[in-house]
């Protein structure tokens, strides 16, 4: 069983920053950030696996990025030049086998763990 915490979510301006912490109880295959806005999908936004493979949905490539310090089973998300879409509640989530690929889409099922998440609101 692995257990997830995030923190770093908040409230900012259209056009800052922001940086998303996970922390992991333990190792794992892979792990990713979701988001899920209201009345909407859950949808895969960044993930990363233990050989540091990347996939980022469309529309954050070029503005978030991924980090993952294996040692310390922490995983960071770096959000910059945010938009109002990007408003939504953030989940960490880990998997136990390497599902993380640079040209898979990410899956919801593909995760076994999850954390309980946090709010990004990006105002204009």
């Known amino acids: 069983q692995v257990h997830l915490a995030e923190s770093g979510g908040g409230s900012v301006q259209a056009g800052g920053s922001l940086r998303l912490s996970c922390a992991a109880s333990?190792?794992?295959?892979?792990m990713a950030w979701f988001r899920q806005a209201p009345g909407k999908e859950r949808e895969g936004v960044a993930c990363?696996?233990?050989?540091?493979?990347?996939y980022y949905v469309d529309s954050v490539k070029g503005r978030f990025t991924v980090i993952r310090l294996n040692a310390n089973y922490i995983m960071y998300l770096q959000m910059n030049v945010l938009k109002s879409e990007d408003t939504a509640m953030y989940y960490c989530?880990?998997?136990?086998?390497?599902?993380?690929?640079?040209?898979?889409?990410?899956?919801?099922?593909?995760?076994?763990?999850w954390g309980q998440g946090t709010q990004v609101t990006v105002t204009s």
């Open positions: 333990q190792g794992s295959g892979s």
């Open positions: 990363v696996d233990q050989t540091h493979y990347e």
């Open positions: 989530a880990a998997a136990a086998d390497r599902v993380c690929q640079p040209w898979k889409k990410l899956e919801v099922t593909d995760y076994n763990y």
